[in-house]
């Protein structure tokens, strides 16, 4: 149980610390939350971890891209306007990908759960992240419509990326 829940639990802790800290000016410990983060979970690896790093940085880069290009301006909006998303929501997606292969890795294994999941949790991610006041969601069930399908497939994606990871060890 501890080794689902301590991974989980340090990656609520680097979501509030960008969202919420980013209403009240303390999200630059986002970054340096999540480079310990990922370095635990990277050495937590028992073999493999060049393919752990790979699983990490392409699942980032794809959450920063749909963020960047998809998300932002046709779901949510940011106060004040960017139109890159900030560095606390890039460290948040370089957090992600190691508490899915920690927490998640069991509960993702089968390719509808994991889809489900995201379709259900991702948005309520963002309804949080709204009621904290770090983002403004816009376009109703629309939006909420686009985040359940882009997180839906990411967590697919996700789920095909698991079933060649190794375990970890704790």
């Not at 940011?78 to 139109?83: L, N």
């Not at 606390?88 to 292969?101: E, Q, T, Y």
């Not at 993702?108 to 963002?126: E, M, Q, T």
Request: aromatic share 14%.
């Amino acid at each position: 149980m501890a080794k689902k829940l301590i991974p989980f639990l340090s990656y609520k802790l680097i979501w509030l610390s960008g969202v919420w800290g980013s209403t009240v000016g303390i999200a630059f410990l986002t970054p340096i939350f999540t480079a310990l983060y990922a370095y635990w979970t990277i050495q937590q690896q028992q073999q493999r971890k060049g393919l752990f790093m790979t699983f990490i940085v392409s699942i980032s880069l794809s959450g920063v891209i749909l963020e960047s290009m998809v998300l932002n301006h046709t779901v949510y909006l940011f106060t004040p306007d960017r139109a890159f998303i900030p560095y606390w929501l890039m460290s948040i997606w370089v957090a992600f990908p190691c508490m899915c292969a920690t927490s998640l890795k069991q509960a993702i294994k089968s390719p509808i759960v994991a889809i489900c999941i995201g379709a259900i949790f991702g948005p309520l991610a963002y309804q949080g992240a709204e009621s904290i006041g770090s983002i403004e969601l816009i376009n109703g069930p629309q939006g909420l419509g686009t985040l359940s399908v882009v997180w839906g497939i990411l967590l697919f994606m996700i789920h095909r990326w698991i079933k060649i990871l190794p375990d970890y060890s704790f």
